[in-house]
């Protein structure tokens, strides 16, 4: 599936199935939002996305 031009918020994105979820969808070419509330984690997961070329901006939430 093309995900070319969208926008994909994942809840739980910086652990396990929300993180992998992350990696495929932004494979496929959409622009991920990371949400989660383990900061650490997920500014790590942002940066390793971008540093795929990925487009990837991590939110930190409750």
Do not use: P, W
Request: proline share 0%; aromatic share 12%; charged share 30%.
């Amino acid at each position: 599936m093309n995900f070319q031009h969208k926008t994909v918020i994942i809840t739980g994105a910086a652990n396990g199935i929300g993180e992998a979820i992350a990696y495929g969808y932004a494979k496929e070419g959409a622009r991920v939002v990371l949400a989660d509330i383990d900061e650490e984690k997920g500014k790590y997961l942002e940066e390793q996305l971008r540093k795929g070329s990925y487009e990837a901006y991590f939110k930190k939430t409750d």
